[in-house]
Structures are given as structure tokens and as C-alpha cells.
């Protein structure tokens, strides 16, 4: 898992650093009103969301095995969590969209992403995304990168 500011995204060395950051120069990540954008096909998408965040409670903890997932607030703060062990499965693993839930009953980090700021999540870091921070629903833009890993 990697947290910091947009700006710098670069002193990562992640794969497709440059080509996400091309298109946020090419585009305003307000506009958007599609569900997917293929920048470099199925190695690197885009899936713009807005909503409002929820209560930790409601919401389940996801994996992923190919794709590594940059989460790039834009608009808003929200909680993420991340669990490392005792994971109960809740699904199988869905091979089409690259996830699988589960439930987490031991140790669980919050970690708070404000506005400007991107969190990585690699293949097989298990965590929860759109939790509300200070306890009550807020509205959040997200732009969330599918970088294939594998």
C-alpha cells in the first residue's frame, strides 16, 4: 500500500505512472459521466465514481489478483481499510471483474485520503474503500486506476 499526494505519483515507479498521469493532464476528473475509460486497453483503465460514503459496517473488504488499484481522490475525504490477516471469504473469486470480498476480524487500519491525495492497494492487499471519516456520509469523486500487474 502507498499513500500520498498526486503530485507525487512519479517517485513510485509504479508501471503506467506516466500514462495516468497524461491523462489527467488531458482531461478534467470532475467531468466525467462514464462507468469505464481503456487508456492502455484492459493494462490500464479508469473507473470514475461519485457517491456518498458509508458506514464501515455496510461495506465489505475486496482482493484482487491481476489488477492493482490507484485510488485518486478528487473531490472529497473518505476513510479506506486496510485488513492483513483473518479474513473470512464472503464469495468466490470473480475472475471477469477481478475481485473477491471477505469479512475481516482481525486487526483493521484506517487510513483517511483527502482530497488531491492517491492510495495504492496491490494484488492480494485486502481493503475496504468508501467508509465515511468523521461518522457521517459524505459526497466523494474518485478516480480509481486498474493497472494490470500480472
Not at 44 to 52: A, D, G, K, M
Not at 78 to 102: H, I, P, R, V
Not at 108 to 137: L, M, W
Amino acid at each position: 500500500m502507498i499513500l500520498d499526494d498526486i503530485n507525487f505519483l512519479r517517485q513510485y515507479h509504479l508501471p503506467m505512472t506516466e500514462q495516468i498521469l497524461s491523462f489527467l493532464k488531458k482531461n478534467n476528473p470532475l467531468d466525467f459521466t462514464v462507468k469505464e475509460i481503456e487508456i492502455q486497453g484492459r493494462d490500464l483503465f479508469v473507473r470514475p465514481s461519485e457517491y456518498l460514503t458509508k458506514a464501515p459496517s455496510e461495506l465489505r473488504f475486496e482482493t484482487h489478483r491481476i489488477y492493482a488499484d490507484v485510488q485518486y481522490v478528487v473531490q472529497g475525504v473518505e476513510m479506506m481499510q486496510l485488513a492483513k490477516n483473518n479474513l473470512s471469504s464472503l464469495t468466490d473469486y470473480d475472475t471477469t471483474g477481478d475481485c473477491q470480498f471477505f469479512q475481516a476480524s482481525g486487526v483493521v487500519s484506517d487510513i483517511v485520503v483527502s482530497q488531491g491525495q492517491f492510495i495504492v492497494f496491490f494484488p492480494g492487499e485486502a481493503h475496504r474503500p468508501c467508509c465515511y471519516y468523521d461518522g457521517n456520509p459524505a459526497s466523494v469523486k474518485k478516480l480509481v486506476f486498474k493497472i494490470r500487474m500480472k
